[in-house]
């Protein structure tokens, strides 16, 4: 894998092997980024949440793009590792913090290093969008989300977001083969 853009671009990193991830592709990965930068301009000042990190690409990417501080969570503790020596190898490990936990069994940690202003959540398809709605509850009920947070949510094609709350709304949603990517805004002043 490779960084796409910013300062680090085309830089190499690690991804998992086996058959347990599914590495988004950087064409997608593109055309995420492009869409976050259209809603958000830029993503310096941005603190960012990679939430089923993986090789923790989305979360680089961020960073190279000017993001000022990744909170990467993986729940393989080998697949953390990996992330931890990506970011030094990439000399960004001032820039994330990488936890090696559940994210839906551990919202309370995932929490506790917001608010966040971006998350991304790249979960195993078999994850429901209910219980991905149940863990942005936690968030928002904990502070950890800034308003007017992004949340972008890739998932199955053939699976829905179920409805979150007011405060969250589906602003556009884009389809890559058998994935799906939703991008969810958060205002608190939906309440």
Sequence with gaps: MRVIAGTHKGRPFAAPSGRDTRP???RVREAIFSAVIS???????VRVCDAFAGSGAFGIESISRGAEHVAFFERDKKTA???KNNLKTLDMDNKGAVSSCDTLKSPSIVAGQGPY???FLDPPY???SGEIANFLMHLRDAGALSN???VVYE?????????IAAEFSVIKEKKYGDTLVSYL???EASV
């Design 24 to 26: 988004t592709t950087d």
């Design 39 to 45: 809603e958000l301009d830029t993503l310096e000042e």
């Design 81 to 83: 590792l990996l992330v």
């Design 117 to 119: 202003n971006l998350l």
């Design 126 to 128: 078999k994850i429901s």
């Design 148 to 150: 007017r947070a992004m």
């Design 155 to 163: 998932h199955a094609a053939h699976t829905e977001v179920e409805p």
């Design 185 to 187: 805004r958060y205002n």
